[in-house]
């Protein structure tokens, strides 16, 4: 079975230009998460998804981040435009949901900014 | 945003030697998790623990959820070189809250 599949791995970009990475969750899971790891840190939540909808966003900077989740399945995270501090890891997971929720990770977009 | 505590941040072992690290936090959490994360990888799940008191192994591995609530520990028995990598704690308050997690301890592997 696939895991949870993140495309591009990496993205080289100049600051003010956009960016946009994919994430394609395990089949049959309906929760999908975005998650920003800095150099050094834990990941932290930007965003969550219950199907098509996005029912955790208080952590995305709404002002330059956004994301969709258009058909419940796979999922777009949008930076426009990117600041040189965005350059971190951007991590996608999924899960079933449950009382027992496992997250499962994807390998994630390696960002820097220059 | 809020972070675990968590130690070491790093530590170098020899290989065979037993690894010991730990997390704690300020509030309760109903779940702990720790989560092994390579290079250029995303963490991928170690073990989960449901219920305070609780002693999990998954192999080498065994952790345990604090009877406070506010804590955990990872024990490593017998390391190997692919042991190297990022350890995380992660406390969740429910299935539908999200996760917290510590900053890693960094694991290098002596052989």
């Known amino acids: 079975e696939a895991g949870v599949v993140q495309s591009p791995r990496y993205k080289i970009i100049e600051k003010k230009q956009p960016v946009a990475f994919w994430c394609n969750p395990i089949s049959g899971h309906n929760t999908l998460y975005w998650y920003l790891q800095n150099l050094g840190q834990g990941p932290e939540l930007l965003i969550r998804y219950e199907n098509e909808e996005a029912v955790d966003d208080s952590q995305l900077p709404k002002d330059r981040f956004s994301a969709e989740r258009l058909k419940g399945v796979d999922s777009t995270l949008k930076i426009q435009p990117a600041e040189l501090g965005d350059s971190a890891v951007y991590l996608c997971a999924s899960s079933l949901g449950g009382s027992k929720n496992i997250q499962y990770f994807g390998a994630g977009t390696r960002l820097s900014v220059l | 945003g809020q972070q675990l505590n968590q130690s070491p941040q790093s530590m170098f072992i020899q290989e065979g030697e037993d690894v010991s690290m730990n997390c704690t936090s300020s509030?309760?959490?109903?779940?702990w998790l720790w989560y092994k994360q390579d290079p250029g990888e995303g963490p991928v799940l170690l073990i989960a623990l449901y219920k305070a008191g609780e002693l999990t192994s998954n192999g080498r591995l065994t952790a345990q959820f604090g009877i406070t609530r506010k804590d955990s520990f990872l024990n490593i028995s017998a390391s190997i070189p692919s042991d190297v990598g990022i350890y995380f704690c992660?406390?969740?308050?429910?299935?539908?809250?999200?996760?917290?997690f510590g900053k890693g301890t960094r694991l290098s592997v002596i052989a």
């Open positions: 509030s309760i959490f109903n779940t």
């Open positions: 992660a406390g969740q308050n429910s299935g539908n809250t999200p996760l917290v």
